[in-house]
């Protein structure tokens, strides 16, 4: 019954990973494009609470969880210029890895920040 179990989870845990989908793009700060409506004036910086990934002429809004992980991927950056809280030069390129929802909101699984 244990073996059965075991494998039915397994197997759960991987069908869950198969309906991930990769999206890369800009990293954006959502608060800021809902005031402007432009993705390119509003980079994501150290400070952003609110995400959002323009990705293929789409703007995807990461879920709470990514919205979490984004920011701590931003507070942790390595490259970061000598006031962390400027918007990097270029815009912020990240690879996130979940699936869309409602409203093309993304789940986030991971997100890792270039």
Do not use: H, W
Request: aromatic content about 4%; proline content about 1%.
């Amino acid at each position: 019954m244990r073996r059965i179990l075991t494998i039915c989870a397994l197997g759960a845990v991987c069908s869950a990973l198969a309906l991930a989908e990769n999206f890369t793009g800009n990293l954006i700060d959502l608060s800021c494009y809902d005031a402007k409506k432009d993705a390119n004036a509003c980079e994501a910086a150290s400070t952003t609470t609110k995400f959002g990934l323009a990705a293929s002429g789409k703007l995807y809004k990461l879920d709470e969880t990514g919205n979490s992980k984004a920011a701590e991927a931003m507070r942790s950056r390595a490259d970061r210029s000598a006031d962390p809280n400027k918007a990097a030069k270029g815009g912020v390129i990240a690879k996130v890895t979940g699936s869309k929802g409602a409203d093309d909101t993304l789940k986030v699984e991971t997100i890792e920040v270039q």
